[in-house]
């Protein structure tokens, strides 16, 4: 059964928590990981990993590097759930 | 009809001594900073290392590699003429040929041990520590020393923001010999040749001849990749090696990743779910990454400091350029 967008949302926010201490309702759509989550490309490819394993979807290297705003990873894992 | 005998060894090997050997100078983090736009914070947040170890110009790999090599000789208390093989891993030696290993035999006294370079970047030493236990078990050779020996800081350039801050230059060095009870468990190894462009030299030598402005090549990784790969990817084989030790990670008294990075040793002692009394390897705080030399320096150094201790059984696991792994179970001399 394919995630919605929403429910990609909340999910990846609780990853995103775990992963820097952050409340999960300060992590929204228009947020972007490095400017204002303060989230470094290591700390994004800890996310994407656990990301991946919690929407059973791949997600390329050079696809996770070209993530800016946390609706970009949302939109990409909706995608890939096809 | 007649046969041929086989050659016949002990049923078990075991490591006997390890010897260090770090280059002379201190590279703070300041000292580098500079070209790279970057900060004393920025590195420790971003790798954990404070300094690097660095050779002198006048240190050269070879140099390194004997005296780690000699004192594991000493500790150990052989003869290095019992030694049958001497297995070099370096991917900082200047000659496509004749090998570092012969030389280095030759200069501790173990000429005419037979002598090969092994090309596995930061996996070299667990490499080398599965061949020895092979070859140990095998008959082939008594007593094997395993060499790793990187001088990283000549690849290195200084405006690179994706290794070069991260290198240091040493030697670590093992002697692996026959043992009454089991010493070195299966090694879980493998490459990924499909991600050669991961981590590695910025071109290749024949196309510095063709165009001698590319200057001399350095190193690059794409490091969001390789941390991937290493903190996730690697805990699984880390895990494999366990289990193939007949253990479980509650077992482990001392972990020796490969001195990457310290997010990737955090990351993975997460994935592998080691229990906090695991004493941890993280020598690159001070020494930065040595590559092949990283992990019996790791393991030297908790021996030395008294973190370790002999009959500890120690995970280790090296990976990187080619992409190549190996992990296995030893147990501490």
């Given at each position: 059964m394919a995630y919605t967008e929403q429910e990609v949302l909340a999910g990846l926010a609780e990853i995103v928590a775990e992963e820097t201490g952050l409340p999960t309702d300060t992590i929204t759509a228009e947020k972007s990981f490095v400017d204002d989550l303060d989230i470094d490309s290591l700390s994004i490819m800890t996310i994407v990993t656990h990301a991946e394993d919690k929407f059973d979807v791949t997600i390329p290297d050079d696809a996770a590097k070209d993530f800016n705003l946390v609706g970009d990873a949302v939109n990409f894992i909706v995608g890939a759930q096809a | 009809m007649t046969s041929l005998k086989p050659s016949e060894g002990p049923a078990y090997s075991r490591i006997y001594s390890f010897g260090a050997r770090r280059g002379e100078n201190v590279v703070t983090n300041d000292d580098i900073a500079g070209p790279i736009n970057s900060s004393d914070e920025w590195i420790r947040q971003r790798t954990g290392i404070i300094t690097r170890r660095r050779g002198t110009a006048e240190e050269s790999v070879i140099d390194l590699a004997v005296d780690a090599a000699a004192q594991a000789i000493e500790r150990a208390g052989i003869d290095p003429q019992e030694i049958g093989a001497v297995l070099m891993s370096t991917?900082?030696?200047?000659?496509?040929?004749?090998?570092?290993a012969a030389i280095v035999a030759d200069r501790v006294g173990a000429n005419p041990a037979a002598a090969w370079d092994i090309s596995a970047a930061c996996a070299g030493y667990t490499y080398g520590i599965a061949q020895a236990d092979a070859l140990v078990r095998a008959g082939t050779a008594k007593y094997v020393l395993v060499v790793g020996a990187e001088k990283m800081s000549d690849f290195i350039d200084p405006t690179d923001r994706s290794i070069s801050f991260l290198l240091g230059d040493g030697a670590g060095a093992a002697i692996v010999g026959p043992s009454e009870t089991p010493g070195i468990s299966k090694t879980i190894w493998g490459s990924d040749g499909s991600r050669a462009e991961a981590i590695g030299q910025t071109h290749s030598w024949d196309a510095l001849r063709e165009?001698?402005?590319?200057g001399w090549p350095t190193l690059r990784q794409d490091g969001p990749s390789v941390f991937k790969w290493a903190g996730f990817k690697m805990a699984n084989y880390a895990i494999e090696a366990i289990e193939a030790a007949g253990?479980?990670?509650?077992?482990?008294d001392v972990f020796a990743p490969h001195q990457a990075n310290m997010r990737i040793i955090d990351q993975m002692i997460k994935q592998i779910n080691l229990p906090e009394s695991v004493v941890v390897g993280r020598d690159i705080a001070d020494t930065g990454n040595t590559s092949a030399a990283s992990i019996p320096l790791a393991i030297d150094r908790l021996l030395e400091e008294g973190q370790a201790k002999s009959g500890d059984l120690c995970l280790q696991i090296g990976f990187g350029a080619g992409l190549v792994y190996a992990a296995q179970v030893v147990v501490l001399p």
């Open positions: - | 991917v900082t030696y200047f000659r496509q040929t004749p090998s570092a165009n001698p402005e590319l253990l479980t990670p509650d077992d482990i």
